[in-house]
């Protein structure tokens, strides 16, 4: 390539260009206000303003940045912004932005330990750490016969443990048992699971979603778990994997673990715990409570890249029995040996994940967890939940709305009361004001519909989220309540 124009790397280019960069992120924080949280853009509205074609010569960066400014931001949902209620969180940090950008600076392929030894060693040692922080039983640690590993997302970690609760069943009785193998959830759990069983080859009958209801909180009852297993082996089929929650997705409900793992360890179930949003919350002791009963759990997953300020992607996943995930997920071609590995004295991540290469991304949650520090996470957690809280209290001082779950972390679930209690027209109503709010570009939140009512979700966890945003977001969700109720 010739000298003129940026070079595939050149430090002094790096660093000129790296400083321009920083300098539009941190603007983009600064005046992240300004724009629509939920992007107003219509489908398709990009092809119509970039050319049909990659250009033949390169372009300034300027050039590039101003059509960022000018061409993505309006199409972007800005997930950082103080006023993004929706889903749940997917956090950014200073800390964990100095991570990412030192683990795209060295790029490496940490595949076996002898791509990048660091890699292998700090994600065992800062998956540790964070086991330690949420008092996970030893077992779960690397110094034992179990161990962590980042994967990308919670679908991945319940896909992989699936897959080695899959595989070690059918060691046992035989591939033909395929057909007979079922499994466990409450209807709250997340799709992943569903997608899990299609891609591992479990019957789609076999994928059994226990109802849940507001008797529950929505949480899984034992006693129908027990029952469903019960009937199901003496049917001939076979029981081998459970999948529970710690703050399902619609409402943050929480399985009671300590019940349902015992129903597991009893049948020979595979225990696996989906923690991906509270697990968080978890390292203040006044929450760790609700994963007691993790102990019985073969497995244990939580995402550091929604609420533990760590940028995405960062799925942490503990498994009791790392030789399970071995068996089931390793390869050896001849390209791969080395004298390491042959000689069983380091951990290949290749063999606990779905693909082959994988990036370094202990570094950002390890910046975190130092930069940071155990208190300050705390802290920043106990904000959040009391910010829900602050939020709960202004739903329940308006006859028009109701609380309709108790809130738990940082989520509030509520609606919009139906006049005259005309429930055939409370959902569609609250369809409405969620289409309004979001409309208005100030905020965006989402829904989910518990024992078919349709209910919005208002999820506290951005970074920048501050309680004058919680406030104006309530003074949005009641003008926008009131247009609607007055022209009925």
């Known amino acids: 390539m010739e000298s003129k124009g940026l070079q595939p790397m050149d430090s002094e280019q790096l660093r000129e260009n790296a400083h321009k960069m920083v300098d539009f992120i941190a603007d983009y924080y600064k005046s992240i206000e300004n724009f629509p949280v939920l992007s107003q853009v219509e489908p398709g509205y990009l092809r119509e303003l970039l050319p049909d074609s990659a250009p033949n010569q390169p372009e300034t960066l300027q050039n ?47 595949f076996s330990w002898i791509t990048s030894p660091a890699a292998t060693e700090l994600e065992m040692i800062v998956l540790d750490w964070l086991g330690k922080l949420l008092k996970l039983p030893e077992d779960f640690l690397s110094t034992g016969q179990g161990g962590g590993v980042i994967q990308g997302t919670a679908s991945e970690a319940v896909l ?15 591939k033909n048992a395929l057909e007979k193998l079922v499994v466990y959830a409450s209807d709250q759990t997340h799709s992943a699971l569903q997608k899990a ?10 994928c059994k979603l226990l109802k849940t209801g507001s008797s529950t909180n929505y949480a899984l009852s034992p006693d129908l778990l027990g029952k469903a297993i019960s009937d199901d082996i003496s049917t001939g089929l076979v029981p081998f994997f459970l999948c529970a929650t710690v703050g399902t997705t619609s409402s943050t409900a929480v399985d009671p673990l300590l019940s349902l793992g015992k129903i597991a360890k009893n ?9 991906a949003y509270a697990g ?21 997953n939580m995402n550091a890249h929604k609420w533990f300020l760590t940028n995405f992607d960062c799925s942490a996943l503990w498994v009791k029995d790392r030789n399970a995930l071995i068996q089931s997920l390793s390869t050896n071609p001849e390209f791969l040996k080395n004298k390491a590995s042959q000689a069983n004295m380091v951990v ?12 370094f991304r202990s570094l950002k949650l390890w910046m975190v967890l130092r930069l940071y520090g155990l208190e300050n996470l705390q802290c920043y957690i106990r904000n959040h939940i009391n910010l829900a809280k602050y939020f709960e209290g202004l739903v329940a001082a308006d006859s028009r709305f109701e609380v309709v779950t108790p809130r738990i972390f940082s989520l509030v679930c509520f609606r919009l009361l139906p006049p005259n209690n005309n429930e055939d027209h409370g959902n569609n ?7 309004a709010v979001n409309s208005t570009g100030k905020i965006f939140i989402s829904h989910t519909v518990l024992s078919g009512k349709y209910i919005l979700r208002f999820a506290v966890g951005a970074p920048l989220t501050e309680e004058r945003h919680v406030t104006a977001a309530w003074k949005v969700l009641q003008d926008e309540a009131s247009a609607l109720l007055g022209s009925l």
């Open 64 to 110: 590039v940045l101003d059509d960022v400014q000018a061409k993505i931001l309006p199409g972007v949902t800005h997930w950082q912004s103080p006023s993004y209620f929706a889903y749940y969180p997917s956090n950014s940090s200073v800390a964990g932005f100095l991570g990412e950008m030192l683990s795209a600076g060295i790029n490496m392929v940490g």
């Open 280 to 300: 968080s919350a978890c390292i203040c002791p006044e929450y760790r409570c609700y994963i007691d009963g993790v102990e019985e759990a073969d497995s244990f």
């Open 267 to 275: 049948n020979g179930i595979w225990f696996h715990v989906d923690a």
């Open 348 to 359: 290949d991540y290749k063999d606990w994940q779905i693909p082959l290469g994988r990036r």
């Open 429 to 435: 109503l609250n369809h409405d004001l969620l289409d």
């Open 160 to 174: 992989v443990v699936l897959l080695a609760a899959r595989d070690r069943v059918l060691r046992k009785l035989g």
């Open 197 to 206: 069983c299609q891609i591992g080859g479990i019957h789609p009958e076999n």
